[in-house]
């Protein structure tokens, strides 16, 4: 008897020592997928503003601007040089021509003061301009943008045989749509408001308005 105990001790004892190698059963609900859990999903980085514009670009835009009394107005074409200032900010240099056509419209009224009063497209001008273009976070290929400068402009209005040198402050905003690595669309919105010095004895005179323009800038290697 004693000896049927200790042989059936011994398969017991044997039978416990082999379930310890048993890993526990587990359950997943049916349809479940299971994956390994020190597997390390990437998930790709969205693009940035730096990589969007890289470090310089240079662009061209064109479009409508408008003017009235002694601000220039017309078909406006500009040229960009950007160069990164920071994570958000470019430095924005343009330099932008301004033509328009318009007939004589200075006279002296009954105080004999010389008074002009140009149309919303008339006269021409040249300005070059510094300023900071500051970039938002995008949606898609769109980035939106804000932008503020300051130049320095020839203004003419040749049938009156007047220019003067005027100091425009622009400010503004648009948009930048990315169509292929280093190109991207570009539309600007702004407004343009300074002062002016002006021969034929009007002196200081106001600068205001407004101008749409859009064109394509590229990334430089």
Known sequence: ???????IAI??????AHGDDVPPATTTAPGTITSDPTAITETPAKPTATDD?????????T?????????????????HYLYQLSSQDWFDGTAAFTFGGGAAACFRDRMDAVVCDHGLADG????IAAGVRRMFAGQGPFRPFARAAVGVSYVRFGDDDLSGLAIPFHVGGGVRARVSPGVAIVGLGEV??????????LGLE??????VTAGAEFRLP
């Open 53 to 61: 514009l890289g470090d310089q670009g240079i662009g061209v835009t």
């Open 11 to 16: 398969v017991a004892s044997s039978g416990l």
């Open 124 to 127: 021409g001008s040249i300005e």
């Open 63 to 79: 479009g409508l601007a408008t003017g009235g009394r002694v601000t220039a107005g017309g078909l406006r074409i500009t040229g």
């Open 206 to 211: 106001p600068q205001f308005g407004l101008a």
């Open 192 to 201: 343009t408001l300074g002062f002016g010095r002006f021969g034929r004895g």
């Open 1 to 7: 008897m004693s000896r049927r105990l200790i042989a």
